[in-house]
T-cell receptor
Framework: EDQVTQSPEALRLQEGESSSLNCSYT??????LFWYRQDPGKGPEFLFT???AGEEKEKERLKATLTKKESFLHITAPKPEDSATYLC????????????FGKGTKLTVNP | SQTIHQWPATLVQPVGSPLSLECTVE??????LYWYRQAAGRGLQLLFY??????ISSEVPQNLSASRPQDRQFILSSKKLLLSDSGFYLC?????????????FGDGTRLSIL
């Protein structure tokens, strides 16, 4: 069974304090790994897609990386507006359109 | 640009009442459409997805059904709601493509069953 585990469940940082969020996965034939940001009461907002091990994507203070078993979302010098829940999802092979989501990491950045 | 609309934003329903949630997508044709449920402390759970009009795949046996009467319209329904149907319901779309396309979500419907 395809599984996604995100850690930590919650993370508190001071403004400017860089850190990383982890997403480990077990999937048969990875077709894509996705990172989303979700603000309270809103739908997830798409951030990145990673397709193969070694791939990296960047957007402002965020950088996502992928290995064969996990992905990291690095946050460099975060600001309070980066506070949100970050979700990781994988799509397995076999032709299914299904995404399997982790439970998310709730990030709080204090000023 | 593409946009996705869900309504209502919040809904309070009594146990045993019917349900109809609607989702529409603008700015694209032939999208894949999805219904998810997000319960507190749990990840997003895929309920239904559709690759075309009248084509619905169910991921989880439950008290809900889905229909796609038009290309860019996706409806989630129930004949009799249960307490366990409470949650945050999200609609999403993705484009067709040769590589996997990301899913884009609406802002959801918060459903409370009393």
């Amino acid at each position: 069974e395809d599984q996604v585990t995100q850690s930590p469940e919650a993370l508190r940082l001071q403004e400017g304090e860089s850190s990383s969020l982890n997403c480990s996965y077990t999937v048969s034939g990875l077709r894509g790994l996705f990172w989303y940001r979700q603000d309270p009461g809103k739908g997830p907002e798409f951030l990145f897609t990673l397709y193969s091990a070694g791939e990296e994507k960047e957007k402002e203070r965020l950088k996502a990386t992928l290995t064969k078993k996990e992905s990291f979302l690095h946050i460099t010098a975060p600001k309070p507006e980066d506070s949100a829940t970050y979700l990781c999802a994988v799509q397995a092979g076999g032709g299914s359109e299904k995404l399997v989501f982790g439970k998310g990491t709730k990030l709080t950045v204090n000023p | 640009s593409q946009t996705i609309h869900q309504w209502p934003a919040t809904l309070v329903q009594p146990v045993g009442s019917p349900l109809s949630l609607e989702c529409t997508v603008e700015g694209t044709s032939n999208p894949n459409l999805y219904w998810y449920r997000q319960a507190a402390g749990r990840g997003l759970q895929l309920l239904f997805y559709s690759v075309g009009i009248g084509q619905i795949s169910s991921e989880v046996p439950q008290n809900l059904s889905a229909s796609r009467p038009q290309d860019r319209q996706f409806i989630l329904s129930s004949k009799k709601l249960l307490l366990s149907d409470s949650g945050f319901y999200l609609c999403a779309w993705s484009a067709l493509g040769t590589t996997y396309q990301p899913q884009h979500f609406g802002d959801g419907t918060r459903l409370s069953i009393l």
